[in-house]
T-cell receptor, first 111, second 113 residues
Framework: NAGVTQTPKFQVLKTGQSMTLQCAQD?????MSWYRQDPGMGLRLIHY???????DQGEVPNGYNVSRSTTEDFPLRLLSAAPSQTSVYFC??????????FGPGTRLTVL | DQQVKQNSPSLRVQEGRISILNCDYT??????FLWYKKYPAEGPTFLIS?????DKNEDGRFTVFLNKSAKHLSLHIVPSQPGDSAVYFC????????????FGTGTRLKVLA
């Protein structure tokens, strides 16, 4: 099993550009989520999904969109990148309400 | 408002001694608590968890204690080893609800050899 995979590992964007961060898991987990990690702020929940076709907002959803068309994939879309979205993004998955498995992260810089 | 708080940003402990990391929460709906460990440039990895029906859970050198009345949990590492040096995050969720996991800000543990 590959576990949770994220692409790309690094990305540099200009303000106003859009992009999609990819996340996939091969463990048949129902629950998937996106976090951002910023210095002194810990891991903040952006969006999460409890199954295909079901998504909901986390603590910091503004500026991000998600969709969950399959159990395996949970992409995160930045509609119009802003410098405030410079961060490290982590995707995670879990079965039910158990512990989450995290991907290796995507380091995003918005200039 | 921050629902899960780790008030100590850093902790230094001598090798072989006990490390105690603390976490407080405010939401009484949380019924499942987890600790994660994170090394630089890697994703967090699960360490240990505890359900609200228990007040203690042990796994080798790691023990988590839960005090529901105080809305406080702690992670004890005994004995501490240099390889334990990492950032530790506590997290909480309401398993009977939406499975929404909320994380604290983390505590950086440095174990000195």
């Amino acid at each position: 099993n590959a576990g949770v995979t994220q692409t790309p590992k690094f990305q540099v964007l200009k303000t106003g550009q859009s992009m999609t961060l990819q996340c996939a898991q091969d463990m048949n987990h129902e629950y998937m989520s996106w976090y951002r990690q910023d210095p002194g702020m810990g891991l903040r929940l952006i969006h999460y999904s409890v199954g295909a076709g079901i998504t909901d907002q986390g603590e910091v959803p503004n500026g991000y969109n998600v969709s969950r068309s399959t159990t395996e994939d949970f992409p995160l879309r930045l509609l119009s990148a802003a410098p405030s979205q410079t961060s490290v993004y982590f995707c995670a998955s879990s079965y039910g309400g158990n512990e989450q498995f995290f991907g290796p992260g995507t380091r995003l810089t918005v200039l | 408002d921050q629902q899960v708080k780790q008030n100590s940003p850093s902790l230094r402990v001598q090798e072989g001694r006990i490390s105690i990391l603390n976490c407080d929460y405010t939401n009484s709906m949380f019924d499942y608590f987890l600790w994660y460990k994170k090394y630089p440039a890697e994703g967090p990895t699960f360490l240990i968890s505890i359900s609200s029906i228990k007040d203690k859970n042990e796994d080798g050198r790691f023990t988590v204690f839960l005090n529901k009345s105080a809305k406080h949990l702690s992670l004890h590492i005994v004995p501490s080893q240099p390889g334990d040096s990492a950032v530790y995050f506590c997290a909480a969720s309401a398993r009977s609800g939406t499975y929404k996991y909320i994380f604290g800000t983390g505590t950086r543990l440095k174990v000195l050899a």
